[in-house]
Every structure is written in C-alpha cells, then in structure tokens.
C-alpha cells in the first residue's frame, strides 16, 4: 500500500538559514505523482510542487528546490535563505495513476518555525 | 480568478446531528476531492467526485457521504456526529484525473461537535 514518511514532525531555524524537509514514500506503482504543500495557520493547503515519477530532474524556484531520487524513494524540498513568513506545516504527498486513483496520501507533516 | 470557496469556514454541532458542508471549485473544474484533517490521524481522503459521480472512496464510514451538482459544486454530510468528526474539512478542485493538472484546496471548514 501506499504510504508518505515524513520524519522530521518539528524544525526550527533562525532567519536565512536554509532547511531541507525530508519525505521518504513508498509504492508499488510505476506511475506516480509526488507533491509538496504548505499549509499555514490559515489552514488552506498551498500547492507548491508536483513531480511524476518519470520526472526525476530537480528543479530550483527562486529559494524553492526539490531533490526527487527513485533510488531512495525520496522527495525532498529545501528552503534556501530561510525567511519567517516561510513558517508552517509541510506535507508531502503521493498519488499513485492505478492502484490509488485520485486520491492524495500525505504525510504526517513538518512543523517549520522560521525565528527572526 | 476565484479560488476554492469553502462553507461554512467554522461550524458548531452536537453529537447526533447531522452536518452539510459546500465546496465551489475553481471555474471549469470537473473534479471535488473532500479530506478529513485531524491531529491524531491527519489528512485523510473522504471522496473524490468527477462530473457528478463518486469515482473514488476513502475508508470512512457510510454517515460520511458527498454529492456533486451539475456545475460541478460539492456537498459532503456527515450524519449522527460522533465527537471524534470533529476536524478541519478540506476540498480540494482538479480540471480532471490527470495528476499533472494538481489540485487547489480552500481554507477548508472547521467542524466542532460537542
């Protein structure tokens, strides 16, 4: 079945630092989909990124970049020059083309708390 | 353009009502997809709904059930309302199945039972 680990439940950081968030999945389909959300205190889930599984160049977006590796089943996303309005949870998700149809599998999500 | 549209964003119940939740998607959007968010359990799928008819299901019981209308907006209800219902509801829209079209959810409704 399918499944999204997200190890890290809080980081905290300082302003300017850069913080990678880790997802690690898991899945028995060949055709996959692979997301990052942020969800701030307001509560609405931000659309950040989606790769497919055929899809394994990373891809930087401004101080956004993710690091997509089959090989480990990771999907990792960093923050670069770490700001505070970056504060929020972070999920990861998988939606896999057969066995899942539609539906996302997230993550526990990350707590990330940017101080000043 | 308008995003997703979420009503009510907050709701107080009691245990043993029945609740209505809406969802509006993004014009042109065919697909409504419902999540449950818990702390305890997290994000979970309720139900997805393309062009009027429930195309996948989640493992809620059957008091969780949705419908979609013709021009694509959603309902989800939830009958006799356990304490544990209580959670953040979010819908999220899609043009169609097609993962590369990614999904946008609302700011979702928070439902409290009591």
């Known amino acids: 079945a399918q499944k999204v680990t997200q190890a890290q439940t809080e980081i905290s950081v300082v302003e300017k630092e850069d913080v990678t968030l880790d997802c690690v999945y898991e899945?028995?389909?060949?055709?996959?989909?692979l997301f990052w959300y942020k969800q701030p205190p307001s509560g609405e889930l931000v659309f950040l990124i989606r790769?497919?599984?055929?899809?394994?160049q990373n891809e930087i977006s401004g101080r956004y970049s993710w690091n997509f590796q089959k090989s480990t089943s990771s999907f990792n996303f960093t923050i670069t020059a770490s700001q505070v309005v970056d504060s929020a949870v972070y999920f990861c998700?998988?939606?896999?083309?057969?066995?899942?149809?539609?539906?996302?599998?997230f993550g526990e999500g990350t707590q990330l708390t940017v101080n000043p | 353009k308008a995003g997703v549209t979420q009503t009510p964003r907050y709701l107080i119940k009691t245990r043993g009502q029945q609740v209505t939740l809406s969802c509006s998607p993004i014009?042109?959007?065919?697909?409504v997809s419902w999540y449950q968010q818990t702390p305890g359990q997290g994000l979970q799928f309720l139900f997805e709904?393309?062009?009027?008819?429930?195309?996948n299901k989640g493992n809620f019981p059957g008091r969780f059930s949705g419908r979609q209308f013709s021009n694509s907006r959603s309902e989800m209800n939830v009958s006799t309302l356990e304490l544990g219902d209580s959670a953040l509801y979010l819908c999220?829209?899609?043009?169609?199945?097609?993962?590369?079209?990614?999904?946008?959810f609302g700011s979702g409704t928070r439902l409290t039972v009591v």
């Open positions: 899945t028995r389909d060949t055709t996959y989909y």
């Open positions: 709904y393309f062009s009027e008819t429930q195309r």
């Open positions: 014009s042109g959007h065919r697909s």
């Open positions: 998700a998988l939606s896999e083309e057969e066995t899942s149809g539609s539906r996302l599998t």
């Open positions: 790769r497919n599984s055929f899809d394994e």
């Open positions: 999220a829209s899609s043009l169609g199945r097609n993962k590369d079209y990614g999904y946008t």
